[in-house]
């Protein structure tokens, strides 16, 4: 089992990156799938999830107009689209998963049944 998040990058503010998270070993169906990211400093926070089977998505006030999560089943893979970046959008970005059945757990990082290594976000002023 295992997850891959890439896509991060150097960018300016106002620019646009699509993460990727690459899943293998398990069927997206079965879990809720999430993103992450750590400033350097602070916590490691939620920032949306999706849930493939229940066609339901959730996003954090830090990025709620801004993001778009998405997933490729074919690819079993996750995507997060980020518009409009800020400097404080600036962090390592994860994704991780859980499975189903404890979905509404998916931001209590004691819980997460898989982490991917983390992708790092840039976003100069």
């Known amino acids: 089992v295992q997850l891959q998040a890439s896509g991060g990058g150097l960018v300016q503010a106002g620019d646009s990156l699509r993460l990727s998270c690459a899943a293998s070993?398990?069927?997206?169906?079965?879990?809720?799938i999430g993103w992450f990211r750590q400033a350097p400093g602070k916590e490691r926070e939620g920032v949306s999830d999706i849930s493939t089977s229940a066609r339901s998505t959730y996003y954090a006030d830090s990025v709620k107009g801004r993001c778009t999560i998405s997933s490729d089943n074919a690819k079993n893979t996750v995507y997060l689209q980020m518009n409009s970046l800020k400097p404080e959008d600036t962090a390592v970005y994860y994704c991780a998963a859980v499975s189903l059945d404890r979905a509404w757990t998916i931001f209590n990082l004691a819980t997460i049944d898989y982490w991917g290594k983390g992708t790092q976000v840039t976003v100069s002023s």
């Open positions: 070993g398990f069927n997206l169906d079965n879990y809720v």
